[in-house]
């Protein structure tokens, strides 16, 4: 009888087992509210950051990491020309040769010269040539940012005539470029007037072309001979 009585826990010793028990489960009851809390708390962030995402434009991604990448490239070019060496140089010494040439061929795909259809589509081509040689002063945007705040976005409100006055480097800017396309379009060669008194020596345009090259090259042998031909037949 004494060794069962010895075998059976206390009194005390069960109780304390049972609160160390309840401790333990109230510990991790709380632990289970906080980590419900914090899930709440991550869900409705995320919430509201997919809220924002929504509402910004469909090209804002892009955009973004195109600014990024722009200011980037402006404080390379700022340390390369406090080092005195040059931007273009040290750009083309980090980019690998398949780089280079996976770059050219997303170049051709993105913009293939179709040749000529219409003049729409050549001056649609013309517009967007000129529009990715602008490289924006992004300097410069921030300062009248800061100097016009709200009034920089003008409205159908707004009063433009007089009000901007364009800076000397801008305005050589623009001079340059139209001596560029001044320069390039005398370049190009016109179509020449069709000349009706003109001798008929061809029997199709590919035989007229044909005269043309014998001329050009043979011509001046073929002179005397021609005029000879031409008194005889004349008498």
């Known amino acids: 009888g004494s060794s069962g009585s010895e075998d059976e826990p206390r009194p005390g010793t069960a109780e304390a087992a049972a609160a160390e028990k309840r401790e333990q489960r109230l510990r991790k009851f709380r632990e289970l509210h ?9 869900n409705h962030q ?7 995402r929504l509402k910004l434009p469909a090209n804002w991604e892009a955009k973004k990491a ?14 390369c020309a406090a ?5 273009e140089r040290v750009k083309l010494l980090e980019i ?14 993105k913009n293939p010269d179709l040749g000529f259809s219409d003049y729409a589509a050549a001056q649609l081509r013309q517009y967007q040539r000129l529009t990715r040689q602008i490289k924006p002063d992004l300097e410069q945007y921030k300062k009248l940012k800061e100097q016009y705040g709200e009034a ?8 433009l005539h007089g009000t901007h006055v364009p800076s000397k480097e801008g ?6 470029d139209l001596e560029k396309q001044i320069e390039k379009r005398e370049k190009y060669s016109r179509r020449r007037p069709y000349n009706d008194d003109a001798d008929i020596d061809y029997i199709n345009e590919r035989n007229a072309k ?26």
């Open 66 to 79: 195109r600014l990024e990448w722009q200011l980037k490239e402006e404080e390379k070019k700022k340390e």
């Open 210 to 235: 044909f005269n043309k090259k014998a001329e050009r090259f043979y011509g001046k042998y073929t002179a005397e001979i021609k005029q000879n031909l031409e008194r005889g037949t004349a008498v």
């Open 34 to 42: 906080m980590m419900r809390n914090e899930a709440r708390r991550l």
């Open 96 to 109: 690998s040769a398949e780089e280079a040439e996976r770059w050219e061929r997303k170049k051709k795909r």
């Open 171 to 176: 305005v050589d800017r623009m001079v340059a």
């Open 152 to 159: 920089l976005y003008p409205t159908s409100d707004s009063l």
């Open 83 to 87: 080092r005195g060496e040059d931007y």
């Open 46 to 52: 995320e919430v509201v950051e997919e809220d924002k």
